[in-house]
């Protein structure tokens, strides 16, 4: 039965939406309820980490304790021996780069603490990569090193990585045996100290500075001063003879290391490697390879990581019993210094483009470090 055809002149049925249209006003009314709700937690978590930015630097000098430390096992051994590695990387510093108080010197101490807590710690392997950093900081390391084999009797080992100059090699000296890869860059044994002189600069803006002094050097190498005016008050040489006895420290430090080292080589039947007779015309600041360095004395052998372990386990005796087990100390994870990152810094620096890049040292501040390498 077939249907009837429409009707000429009447027009499609439509299907017609609901009077009224709130279907697409209630969709964007929740879309931008979801917009707020998403800003609101925005604000709230940022607000939030910032909180737990003032309370991490509120609390930046307490440092961790050594009971925080993990003993990270780098290698099995089968023997009850460990050797335990401890690394100098970077510019070494007591700056404290995060919010625990922490810094390169103390991670270092604490390490040493507890390596001569352990008693089945046999050596240290100091690993070092570094171009060397600040005078005071180089020397404390230094010392924590020659405490450790007076304290416990065993020996420091070091292995140089792909720098260890200046203060890099200054930490290395103490050690009784120096490993150095032929490409390492080491060397650069000297003493740096310098400032950016301001005057012709401060004369072209129409500037002049106003000092007081207590005395007539309280203002030496002032940034502000003339250059005929530093000659003429002799402040080149007062800061001259600092220098020169830092740098006389340094070679003390090195003919020191390097003949105690000699005699407990000598002593364990070992042929380390004695300075050579000109090795101070080596010290003049220059970068030296480590085949140049082998063959002044500056370091006993050439190779690399596994050859400094192997000689570790030497030197302890465990050349024919076995081998030791490789340890290494994690330092602890601290959340401020996390946070400091997403945190503003609380005093806005205003920052002087000069058109040049000077290396990032502090004015005045004596460093055993390589500037060639370092910026």
Request: glycine share 10%; with cysteine; net charge negative.
């Amino acid at each position: 039965m077939s249907e009837d055809p429409p009707e000429h002149g009447v027009p499609p049925r439509l299907n017609m939406p609901p009077a009224g249209g709130d279907e697409p006003r209630r969709r964007s009314g929740w879309w931008l309820v979801g917009l707020a709700l998403l800003f609101f937690l925005a604000v709230l978590g940022f607000s939030f980490i910032q909180a737990m930015g003032d309370l991490a630097g509120s609390f930046r000098s307490a440092a961790p304790g050594l009971d925080k430390y993990r003993e990270i096992q780098m290698r099995d051994g089968d023997t009850q021996a460990k050797i335990a590695v401890i690394k100098v990387e970077g510019v070494i510093s007591r700056y404290s780069f995060d919010g625990t108080g922490q810094n390169m010197v103390t991670r270092v101490r604490d390490q040493f603490i507890l390596a001569k807590r352990d008693s089945s710690v046999r050596a240290v392997l100091l690993q070092v990569d570094s171009p060397g950093g600040e005078v005071m900081a180089s020397d404390e390391i230094h010392d924590l090193i020659e405490g450790y084999t007076e304290d416990t009797g065993n020996p420091v080992i070091c292995s140089m990585s792909g720098i260890a100059a200046s203060g890099g090699y200054y930490v290395a000296a103490p050690c009784e045996f120096i490993v150095a890869h032929e490409l390492t860059l080491t060397g650069s044994i000297g003493v740096i100290m310098q400032t950016v002189n301001v005057h012709g600069l401060m004369e072209k803006v129409g500037a002049r500075p106003f000092t007081i002094t207590s005395g007539e050097n309280k203002d030496a190498m002032s940034i502000f001063k003339a250059p005929d005016e530093i000659e003429a008050d002799g402040d080149e040489k007062l800061f001259d003879e600092l220098v020169q006895f830092y740098f006389g420290r340094f070679k003390k430090i090195i003919e020191d290391g390097r003949g105690a080292a000699q005699k407990f080589n000598r002593d364990k039947k070992d042929k380390g490697r004695p300075l050579s007779a000109g090795w101070a015309s080596l010290a003049d600041g220059r970068i030296l390879s480590g085949v140049v360095a082998y063959e002044n004395g500056f370091v006993d052998k050439l190779g690399g990581f596994d050859d400094a372990v192997a000689e570790a386990e030497r030197i302890i005796g465990l050349t024919d019993d076995g081998t030791a087990s490789l340890v290494r100390y994690a330092a602890p994870f601290d959340l401020s210094g996390l946070l400091r990152f997403f945190v503003k810094a609380d005093n806005p620096e205003l920052k002087v483009d000069l058109g040049v890049e000077f290396p990032r040292l502090d004015p005045g501040r004596p460093y055993y470090l390589s500037p060639v390498i370092y910026r």
